[in-house]
């Protein structure tokens, strides 16, 4: 497989540094929608802000190209101004886009991946600042541990206390434990450690480890559950091949970066099973379908999962010599070259529709579209 530094430097990152940089109000502009139109009015989201930091960062570190830092340097200014809580600490939810805050919350979510951009941002320029920023993160995400039963809860107010609406998005149910917070809370801690191994986050990791393998994967099906009530009891039957396929490669990395043999052993055993369940997603055409949801398969091809796809196969077959796993990424590349990437306007569509469509009713760029999972895609492959 080849064509993704060309593809990250000359379609993604170009996208976001020609048409996304707020040069009135700061940072990036909120939201591009489906049809290419720019919305300068659009709130301002810390997912979007903390995975475009995130990007910009990786790609300076693995490109050493001094616009790559510029960029970092700009969402890493505006989320220090904007996003962080100067009274109670962690990150805002939401600004407008004069850069005041709308809503407050704390998603643990959020905190995730806040911290993931800090260590990566302090890994590619060695800013103290953003470690100092990432390690705070990192012990205000540990006090929304449930220290009786493991994992970390959902959401909170502004002030960290409970709160009754705990959902990412109207697509979530509103439980109390998920799978998705704890996956990115996972990738977070990876990142960190790598640049700041401290007794308290590998044990913090190690634990986080372990609530996948005994409570997120479901060693009948193969597959992750996704919603959770505060016993670890399942709510829904819910499939996310995305999610799948997605954690199997972040699990490994995360007891590779650790450094325990015999968790990475276990996991080694684990991480293909779910390979395996989230291949049952792979449609004819050598795409990955969204989930399964009530016996109903949504056919639908989001970016994300189709990103996502390529990179975890491809450490499928890395870990396992299977050539097997190899052609599945090979063949979502060729889908995603041929499908998602917009060749005329730029950056990929949010998705293909199951009758082939492009799903213009999404955004381009936006609170939920940023160039992180193709981005991180781009890189990976580049550094395989």
């Known amino acids: 497989m080849n064509g993704f530094r060309k593809e990250l430097e000359h379609n993604i990152l170009r996208f976001w540094e020609e048409k996304m940089v707020d040069e009135e109000h700061g940072g990036f502009y909120g939201r591009i929608d489906g049809k290419n139109r720019l919305l300068p009015g659009a709130n301002k989201g810390a997912v979007m802000n903390t995975r475009v930091l995130w990007t910009f960062s990786a790609a300076y570190r693995v490109l050493n190209e001094k616009r790559y830092r510029d960029m970092a340097k700009r969402a890493f200014q505006y989320i220090k101004n ?3 809580d100067p009274l109670y600490g962690g990150i805002f939810w939401e600004v407008d886009h004069l850069g005041k805050p709308v809503n407050t919350k704390k998603q ?8 993931y951009a800090f260590s990566e941002y302090y890994r590619a320029t060695g800013e103290q600042e953003a470690l100092d920023f990432a390690i705070s993160l990192f012990h205000t995400i540990e006090t929304c541990k449930d220290e009786k039963l493991g ?4 959401a909170f107010t502004e002030d960290w206390q409970p709160i009754a609406d705990m959902r990412l998005s109207e697509k979530d149910e509103n439980e109390a434990k998920t799978m998705n917070t704890h996956l990115h809370v996972l ?13 308290g986050i590998l044990a913090a990791q190690q634990d986080l ?3 996948f393998l005994d409570h997120v994967f479901n060693p009948e099906t193969g597959h992750l559950k996704l919603f959770f009530d505060v016993e670890w009891n399942t709510k829904g039957t819910v499939v996310s091949y995305g999610h799948d396929i997605e954690a199997a490669w972040l699990l490994w990395e995360a007891v590779t970066v650790l450094g325990d043999v ?9 991480v293909r099973k779910i390979a395996e369940a989230a291949a049952e997603g792979i449609l004819r055409d050598g795409s990955m379908a969204y989930e399964l949801k009530n016996g109903h398969l949504d056919q639908e091809r989001h970016w994300w999962v189709q990103a996502e796809a390529v990179v975890g196969y491809q450490y ?16 979502l590349w060729s889908y995603i070259q041929q499908y998602i990437v917009d060749k005329e306007n730029g950056e990929w569509y949010w998705s293909r529709l199951e009758n082939g469509l492009v799903s213009d009713g999404e955004d381009k760029a936006g609170f939920w579209k940023c160039p992180y999972h193709n981005g991180r895609m781009c890189l990976e492959m580049i550094e395989f």
């Open 82 to 84: 904007h996003f962080v």
């Open 108 to 115: 643990t979510y959020a905190q995730g991946f806040a911290l």
């Open 151 to 154: 994992g970390y809860w959902e």
């Open 187 to 199: 990738e977070a801690y990876t990142s960190l450690i790598r640049v700041w191994r401290d007794e």
């Open 209 to 211: 480890v372990r609530v």
């Open 262 to 270: 015999k968790l990475q052993d276990e996991v080694r055993l684990v």
């Open 316 to 331: 499928m077959a890395k870990i396992f010599n299977d050539d097997a796993f190899k052609r599945k990424a090979e063949a």
